[in-house]
C-alpha cells in the first residue's frame, strides 16, 4: 500500500480543536474554506514571505508533487494561513509562530522531520508547530475539489448505510 493511500483515509479525522465535532461538517467546512481562497486577496494574511517558505516546504515535503498534485499545487500554505488568520485564538497563533520561528533556525532533514513527528503532540514549540502543519496539510489536502475529484474521484468519507445489497442465506 503507498503512503498516499494511507493518508488518504486520515484526511477528515483530525482532532483540531477548531474543526467540527461531525466527520461530514469538517469536510464541509475545508471545502468552504478552499472556496474562500480561491475568491481571497492576498493570499496570505499572517505568515511573513520567509515562514510562507518554511510552510510551503514542510507542507511539500508531507504530500510532495509525484503523479498527483502536491500540498503546494492545492494551495495547502494558504489554506493554513486562512486557519492562522481566522480560526486559530491569539495563544494559538502565538504558539504556532513561534514553533515555527525555532523551524526556521534549523535545516530541514528526514531526520529533524521524524523527530518533530514523534514531538507533535508537545503543547509549544516546533513539535506542536510541525503536527499543527501536518494536521493541516492532510486536512486541507483531502478537503481540496481538485483531490476529492480528480485523485479519490468521491469524498472520502463514509456516508452511511445503505442497506440495499440483496440477501442471500448461506445456510
Not at 60 to 79: C, H, L, N, R, Y
Not at 109 to 130: I, N
Not at 132 to 157: G, H, N
Amino acid at each position: 500500500m503507498r503512503r498516499r493511500e494511507v493518508v488518504r483515509y486520515l484526511g477528515a479525522t483530525l482532532a483540531l480543536p477548531f474543526l467540527p465535532n461531525s466527520a461530514d461538517a469538517a469536510m464541509q467546512l475545508g471545502e468552504a474554506l478552499h472556496r474562500q481562497i480561491a475568491t481571497s486577496e492576498p493570499d496570505f494574511r499572517t505568515l511573513t514571505p520567509q515562514q510562507q517558505a518554511l510552510v510551503t516546504r514542510i507542507a511539500d515535503m508531507i504530500i510532495p508533487e509525484t503523479d498527483t498534485p502536491g500540498a503546494t499545487s492545492v494551495k495547502v500554505p494558504q489554506f493554513i494561513d486562512l486557519i492562522l488568520t481566522d480560526w486559530m485564538s491569539d495563544a494559538e497563533r502565538t504558539a504556532f509562530l513561534a514553533g515555527l520561528g525555532e523551524l526556521a533556525s534549523k535545516p530541514l532533514t528526514t531526520a529533524l522531520v521524524a523527530s518533530l513527528d514523534e514531538a507533535r503532540a508537545d503543547k509549544t514549540g516546533a513539535g506542536h508547530t510541525f503536527g499543527r502543519i501536518k494536521a493541516l496539510t492532510i486536512y486541507a489536502y483531502f478537503t481540496s475539489k481538485p483531490v476529492q475529484q480528480d485523485i479519490l474521484r468521491t469524498r472520502m468519507l463514509f456516508d452511511g448505510y445503505h442497506g440495499d445489497v440483496p440477501f442471500t442465506s448461506a445456510t
